[in-house]
């Protein structure tokens, strides 16, 4: 069984993979100062639950935006799982994508990886709703062509609540009406229907600038919130960075 890791900035993500089928999926905050022995600890238990042996894990595959994140997930994967990882950007990975520019987040290469495995032969925008939101372009080659980076939702709330003497935080939701009657409700609705404001002109700049037809798909922990917002958005695609992590490690063995 392969696990594959794949470390953003607000939560490691962790997915067992045996043959194409994810048979357990955790995440857990990101900490720098987490040791391998802590992840060990964790993953263990979660791993029990799920009826999964941790002896069955053969290989890993590590995927991070966060470098110094990198150094005691490796150490879980050789002392706990008796594997040296594969871990992106180092000599031997091999993406089997094109990607145009000066490079890319793992992130954003798995979700080109994904993407191109998911919609073969289609161009296509993939929002993925992180610490920050991010639209990559892929064409019709799979490759990576660019996109944009946007301040995340839960980053803008925060900004929002640190600058401003009474806003009081709020949960992200899809508000009843757009105009508020009371701070709490403006608040809702300025910052779902901002944001839908923002997806919706990104989205169709960039396909007037790629300038052919494109499908357009999201993924990320906050994806689900705007999926009945806007027409956009076709589909949701929750795994699509951990089936590119997957991919990425079958083409970089040979498998």
């Not at 871990?87 to 793992?106: F, M, N, Q, R």
């Not at 396909?207 to 052919?212: L, N, Y």
């Amino acid at each position: 069984m392969l696990l594959a890791i794949n470390a953003n900035n607000t939560n490691v993500k962790f997915a067992v993979f045996d043959g194409d089928r994810i048979v357990g999926e955790w995440r857990q905050h990101t900490s720098a100062m987490r040791t391998g022995d802590e992840h060990a600890v964790w993953l263990y238990q979660l791993m029990g639950i799920e009826g999964i042996d941790p002896a069955s894990i053969t290989d890993a595959i590590i995927g991070s935006v966060v470098p110094s994140a990198i150094f005691n997930l490796r150490r879980l994967c050789t002392r706990y799982f008796n594997c040296e990882p594969l871990v992106l950007g180092e000599p031997g990975v091999v993406y089997g994508i094109k990607v145009k520019g000066d490079g890319a987040g793992a992130d954003r290469i798995c979700n080109t990886v994904g993407g191109s495995l998911i919609y073969p032969g289609e161009p296509l925008i993939i929002v993925d709703f992180g610490t920050a939101t991010t639209f990559d372009v892929v064409d019709e080659e799979g490759s990576y062509c660019g996109g944009v980076i946007a301040p995340g939702i839960n980053l803008s709330v925060e900004a929002l609540v640190n600058a401003t003497a009474l806003l009081p935080r709020v949960v992200v939701e899809r508000p009843q009406q757009i105009i508020g009657t009371n701070t709490i409700a403006c608040m809702h609705s300025g910052i779902f229907w901002g944001y839908v404001g923002l997806i919706e002109g990104l989205v169709r700049r960039i396909g007037e600038e790629f300038g052919k037809p494109m499908k357009v798909i999201s993924t990320g922990g906050l994806a689900p919130v705007f999926e009945t917002a806007t027409d956009v958005i076709g589909q949701i695609a929750p795994d699509i960075t951990m089936r590119g992590l997957r991919e990425i490690h079958r083409r970089s063995r040979g498998i």
